[in-house]
């Protein structure tokens, strides 16, 4: 089975806090513990780089050895190396996304990583800081756990970033959210092979409301020979794979694909959030102005592209976000979706 879609990234407004003044302070017991924790875990995810690369939003990308990075922690990774490129699917088209290489921010600098190494955005103290704990760092929070498409509870936290920059992200999980997975690097799963990509790093160029558009493949699709998950972005671009003994449902095949967007509603205040969904405008507005997911396919038993039918559009809260589809000879099936969030119609 196979996702492949065009996704339109709009510029999302950036916000940062207030600087705070260094003051001298003695921890807690509880503090310094918790500290220490975050040493240990830094220690452990952090590996070791043979370069390192500023991005001008602050990240920090690490060049890892690609025998080195967070995956071969696994027990049934350990002494392997990444593995080589499976036969792409038939009707596959390598240059039908319309973004170069250094789409990411990161890759602006000029810089990028040797070859051999995988670049992987550096996990900080103030990342683990802003969750809730350090156990559930990188993990999506319990109450975001969503059993089936139709319970509204699916939704993605800013928390893991600290700031609102659009960013292209992974999440694998076996159990629902519950005890497995993690988002990007940040555990033992998903096996990068690209030293071009950086998962969890910012996207740009992003596309501007009644402006110059920009989109990106990608392809997931299951390796009929091994039986490895492997995600494609942008021109032919392979990122890495998701080793087949990490699930049991996806073993043989997919039975579900979803495509779409998600926010947070924590409804703090009993009113629904003013958070936005791709550009923060609804649908109907069509090319230039909403988010849109274009030439939608999927892939059959014997590894061949087939456009998508039977879609079933849904949207939880149609006031806040909606969704429209439609379908033509040069964007296939495709929708436009969004909307603002909170509203006279959303309260």
């Not at 310094?32 to 690369?53: D, E, F, G, S």
């Not at 550096?122 to 800081?129: A, M, P």
């Not at 030293?195 to 990608?218: E, H, W």
Request: net charge positive; glycine share 8%.
């Amino acid at each position: 089975m196979l996702l492949a879609a065009f996704v339109a990234l709009f510029l999302i407004a950036s916000t940062s806090a207030p600087p705070i003044a260094a003051e001298s302070f003695i921890p807690t017991a509880e503090e310094y513990q918790k500290l220490t924790r975050i040493k240990a875990y830094l220690k452990n995810i952090n590996k070791p780089p043979v370069k390192t690369i500023q991005s001008p939003d602050g990240d920090l990308i690490d060049c890892v050895l690609s025998h080195l990075q967070p995956a071969f922690d696994h027990n049934k990774l350990k002494g392997q190396l990444p593995l080589d490129p499976p036969e792409r699917p038939k009707g596959f088209n390598s240059s039908a996304g319309s973004v170069a290489e250094s789409y990411q921010l990161w890759r602006q600098t000029g810089e990028s990583c040797p070859k051999g190494t995988v670049p992987i955005r550096r996990t900080t103290e103030q990342d683990i800081l802003r969750a809730s704990s350090v156990q559930r760092f990188g993990r999506k929070p319990i109450k975001s756990v969503r059993r089936d498409s139709s319970d509204s509870g699916h939704e993605v936290s800013p928390e893991l970033y600290g700031d609102n920059y659009p960013r292209f992200f992974t999440y694998w999980t076996t159990d629902a959210y519950q005890a497995t997975g993690c988002y990007n690097l940040l555990c033992s799963g998903f096996v990068q092979t690209n030293n071009k990509i950086a998962i969890g790093a910012a996207i740009s160029p992003r596309s501007y409301y009644n402006g110059r558009q920009f989109d990106v493949g990608l392809m997931i699709w299951k390796d009929p020979r091994h039986g490895n998950w492997w995600l494609e972005i942008g021109q032919g671009l392979l990122v890495g794979y998701w080793p087949a003994f990490l699930f049991s449902h996806l073993g043989s095949h997919a039975s579900m694909i979803q495509f779409g967007g998600e926010i947070v509603n924590t409804r703090s205040t009993g009113l629904h959030t003013s958070t936005q969904m791709g550009s923060g405008h609804f649908a109907e507005e069509g090319y230039g102005k909403a988010s849109y997911f274009r030439n939608l396919q999927i892939i059959d038993w014997d590894n061949s592209l087939l456009p998508v039918s039977n879609l079933h559009l849904l949207a939880d809260h149609p006031n806040c976000y909606d969704i429209r589809q439609g379908k033509n000879k040069l964007w296939g099936t495709y929708f436009y979706y969004g909307g603002p969030g909170r509203n006279v119609h959303c309260p």
